[in-house]
């Protein structure tokens, strides 16, 4: 079982901002805050037993605060991607979101769950954080009581369970931003090795809103289901698809239903491996190409382009505006649940 420590760090809107630590028997750590429930640090060992950072991040909770313009670890709501024009039907009622990103609807907004100071209890050798996300949030309708909670368990699994209920029917799509680069930062992710359990993902136009198609990932640089490196077709700029998205930024439709394995990385120099198991019908796929150059992350490590690959479980995008999509309406008094699991582990 996990040991967990909690530090004061700051105010922010006149709540107290917490970080969590958690230490198992293993040595693996995870340090989480309650500002935007956010993972700051996974540190995980190599095939020498050496522990190192598996997600990249900040070494300051006050960092965070300050800014975060690429949603370092943090939790997404209440709707994570895009939004078309951040409007859709609610029923009879036409709804209009906060436009953020252009004319669309990004994240949740201008200020997104990721801005939010929780409420944290550790309960059960975990952090179960609270947010009450009030009736015309974002102009979103509903007061939506939200709760993350995060385990690290003995074997070096990183549990994220989302749950969620509203007095008003509502949209919802919650997701962890997290960046993965398992090679402790020190350099970019295109020499990972990914599997991706998907037979189709859903292209988009140059904004990055699915055009409604799901398209098969046969002969197109989207095609993981044999694994390999992600260099060998990141920059295949013959698909419109890897140009928009300057490398991969889309949504995987994965197999199968309920909680099973989707996805697979591995950084052959250190040996680290991690799987990833979800009950969400898709997986957003990100290269990060928007980290800017000499970024200061962890440990004073410098990010930049291409150092860490999101791969974040949630419905589809515009999925409000898809009727081939997955449901991601969430009606009065019913109860949301999402979970994920990222596991971790050497050879």
């Known amino acids: 079982m996990a040991f967990i420590s909690k530090d004061f760090v700051c105010k922010k809107d006149g709540k107290d901002v ?6 198992n028997a293993k040595g693996a750590e995870m340090k989480i805050t309650n500002y935007g429930a956010i993972i700051i640090s996974i540190r995980m060992p190599d095939k020498h037993n050496k522990f190192d950072e598996v997600v990249l991040g900040y070494d300051n909770v006050e960092t965070y605060i300050e800014d975060n313009p690429f949603y370092f670890g943090c939790i997404i709501g209440r709707y994570a991607n895009r939004i ?12 209009q979101l906060n436009c953020n990103e252009g004319k669309n609807h990004l994240h949740g907004g201008n ?8 409420d944290g209890e550790i309960k059960d050798n975990a952090i179960i954080l609270t947010y009450l996300s009030p009736d015309g949030e974002e102009n ?10 995060y385990e690290l368990t003995d074997d070096n699994e990183v549990h994220i369970t989302y749950e969620a209920k509203s007095d008003a029917d509502t949209i919802i799509n919650l997701t962890n931003h997290s960046y993965f680069n398992l090679n402790g930062g020190k350099k970019h992710i295109l020499d990972h090795v990914l599997f991706l359990d998907a037979d189709y993902y859903t292209p988009t136009n140059e904004e990055l809103i ?9 002969n197109t640089p989207y095609d993981f289901r044999d694994s390999h490196k992600i260099s060998d077709t990141v920059f295949d700029f013959s698909s419109k698809d890897v140009t928009i998205g300057r490398g991969y930024d889309i949504t995987m439709v994965m197999n199968g ?13 250190s040996g680290r491996k991690m799987d990833v198991f979800t009950d969400q019908p898709g997986v957003q796929f990100f290269t990060a190409h928007i980290i800017h150059p000499g970024t200061i992350g962890l440990g004073g490590q410098k990010y930049g382009p291409y150092y860490g690959i999101c ?7 515009d999925s409000p505006n898809k009727e081939n999509f997955p449901n991601c309406v969430l009606r009065k008094d019913e109860i949301y649940t999402n979970t994920c699991i990222y596991k971790f582990y050497n050879e």
């Open 18 to 23: 917490y970080s969590y630590c958690f230490k």
């Open 84 to 95: 078309k024009g951040g409007s859709f039907y609610l029923g009879d009622q036409r709804i």
């Open 111 to 118: 200020e997104g769950y990721h801005q939010r100071v929780f």
């Open 140 to 149: 979103y309708p509903g007061n939506l009581l939200v709760k993350v909670r």
């Open 210 to 218: 699915p055009t409604g198609e799901l398209k098969s990932v046969k």
């Open 257 to 269: 239903s309920g909680l099973r394995k989707v996805a697979e990385l591995t950084d052959v120099s």
């Open 311 to 317: 791969l974040e479980p949630q419905v589809y995008p």
